[in-house]
């Protein structure tokens, strides 16, 4: 039988490479045969690079690619980030025609750790509610989530090892929650934003999407320029956690509840320490605080765009009048008490010794793609303290994903990443999602 080397994690392509077991060509051949079947159901790529363009930018610095430390394999970006000499639309037709002659940082770093990037993925219109064309791979007729569609549904549906995607809400965590595959957001100011496209200054983040995190930890490590080993740091034999149901936002799904219920108990079965989460009104306030900040933010960066009504969605308009509407005191009173209200949560996290907090990723399954692209309100406060988060897909409902995240202490990315890894390995392979 035909090796499926699409359905391999990057980190094992790289040993399969090593090895001599494989070679670039023949991998590509599988991941570009995988898309072929896949794309019309799918919609993942905005912009593919053709096979033999592929292979051509290979062959034509094979050397150097040989000895990178990613030795030619793909990787995805989000119609959001730059990329030179290819189209970056945002999602909007205002930007159809609008090719960049510079990367973003993030595509920069990965072309210097010898990634070649195989294309754009489709995005909500300018990373906000708007759909485009994608589809959930496990059921084309609900939503993948939003904003970076395209890159979740690609991962999850290997046809690509690594996709990046940007976050101001929950664009990142809800996405991966319901296509099925491993979102991560770092820190606030944790990764460089270089032409990306700006939503909301004091929200936006760069995302990596991937189906293990040991291919997160790797990419992690090129962009800040740090050793490529993939020795997680020291974990604790015993996490202090507290868990977050999520109820007092919205309305959460009862097979949501149900897998946050097992995962808990597991994780005290293994030793671990569960503690009560004493913040509810806090995140609901925060939750609020966010809304009102995104939107002030985005009216005054997308000013461009405003004066092009007729080429922009109901969604965005409505977002950039409530913006407008909000005066310049209240968004400096919201990011105030948004500032109160991080410091008590970091007091809490430190005085009773907390590791991660463990919450939904997303309200449950994802919905029918009449019903729009999700709600965000399970990510939006840890967004607005720029908490890092991490989003696995530990549960599964009629075929459906359902993630659950972990969100952890500022700039202990490390660290919060090295949890989800024993959480992976210790879940994952419990769960199994069966691609239509």
């Known amino acids: 039988m035909k090796r499926q080397w699409f359905k391999l994690p990057l980190h094992q392509l790289l040993h399969s490479l090593h090895t001599g077991e494989v070679t670039l060509p023949e991998i590509m051949a599988s991941f570009y045969e995988r898309i072929a079947v896949r794309e019309e159901k799918v919609g993942a790529w905005q912009y593919l690079i053709d096979q033999e363009d592929y292979l051509a930018e290979y062959e034509s610095r094979s050397e150097f690619y040989k000895a990178s430390p990613l030795?030619?394999?793909?990787?995805?970006?989000?119609?959001?980030?730059?990329?030179?000499?290819?189209?970056?639309?945002?999602?909007?037709a205002i930007h159809q025609d609008r090719i960049p002659d510079m990367d973003a940082s993030c595509v920069t770093a990965m072309k210097a750790a010898g990634g070649i990037l195989m294309g754009k993925t489709v995005t909500t219109e300018f990373a906000y509610f708007q759909a485009g064309k994608t589809s959930n791979p496990h059921d084309p007729q609900r939503t993948p989530g939003g904003s970076s569609s395209g890159s979740?549904?690609?991962?999850?549906d290997y046809m690509v090892p690594i996709a990046f995607g940007t976050q101001t809400a929950a664009s990142v965590i809800r996405p991966t929650s319901f296509?099925?595959?491993?979102?991560?957001?770092?820190?606030?100011?944790?990764?460089?934003?270089?032409?990306?496209?700006?939503?909301?200054?004091?929200?936006?983040?760069?995302?990596?999407?991937?189906?293990?995190?040991?291919?997160?930890?790797?990419?992690?490590?090129?962009?800040?320029?740090?050793?490529?080993?993939?020795?997680?740091?020291?974990?604790?034999?015993?996490?202090?956690?507290?868990?977050?149901?999520?109820?007092?936002?919205?309305?959460?799904?009862?097979?949501?509840?149900?897998?946050?219920?097992?995962?808990?108990?597991?994780?005290?079965?293994?030793?671990?320490?569960?503690?009560?989460?004493?913040?509810?009104?806090?995140?609901?306030?925060?939750?609020?605080?966010?809304?009102?900040?995104?939107?002030?933010?985005?009216?005054?960066?997308?000013?461009?765009?405003?004066?092009?009504?007729?080429?922009?969605?109901?969604?965005?308009?409505?977002?950039?009048?409530?913006?407008l509407a909000l005066p310049y005191k209240e968004y400096i009173i919201a990011l105030q008490r948004a500032d109160e209200l991080k410091r008590s949560l970091l007091q809490w996290f430190e005085r009773e010794q907390v590791d991660f907090i463990l919450a939904?990723?997303?309200?449950?399954?994802?919905?029918?793609?009449?019903?729009?692209?999700?709600?965000?309100?399970?990510?939006?406060?840890?967004?607005?303290?720029?908490?890092?988060?991490?989003?696995?897909?530990?549960?599964?409902?009629?075929?459906?994903?359902?993630?659950?995240?972990?969100?952890?202490?500022p700039h202990q990315d490390d660290l919060l990443l090295s949890q989800a890894l024993q959480l992976q390995q210790r879940f994952l392979g419990a769960v199994a999602a069966v691609l239509v």
């Open 360 to 409: 939904p990723a997303a309200a449950g399954v994802a919905p029918s793609k009449t019903e729009g692209t999700g709600a965000p309100f399970m990510s939006r406060a840890w967004q607005l303290v720029g908490l890092p988060v991490v989003s696995l897909p530990l549960g599964y409902h009629q075929k459906m994903p359902l993630g659950l995240q972990l969100i952890g202490k």
């Open 152 to 156: 979740a549904a690609a991962v999850a």
């Open 179 to 323: 296509c099925g595959c491993i979102g991560y957001v770092g820190s606030k100011n944790e990764f460089s934003l270089r032409n990306i496209q700006p939503l909301a200054q004091s929200l936006d983040s760069l995302g990596i999407i991937s189906n293990d995190v040991l291919d997160t930890l790797l990419v992690r490590n090129i962009l800040l320029h740090k050793s490529l080993n993939l020795a997680a740091p020291g974990t604790p034999q015993s996490y202090v956690f507290a868990t977050f149901s999520g109820e007092a936002l919205g309305d959460i799904q009862a097979p949501m509840l149900e897998t946050l219920t097992a995962c808990q108990q597991a994780l005290q079965e293994q030793g671990h320490q569960a503690i009560d989460f004493p913040f509810v009104d806090a995140i609901t306030e925060l939750t609020a605080l966010h809304a009102q900040i995104m939107a002030y933010e985005v009216a005054r960066n997308l000013l461009y765009e405003q004066q092009q009504p007729e080429a922009l969605s109901t969604h965005m308009q409505g977002l950039m009048s409530s913006g």
């Open 71 to 92: 030795m030619g394999l793909p990787f995805a970006v989000k119609d959001v980030i730059d990329t030179a000499d290819i189209p970056t639309t945002m999602g909007s």
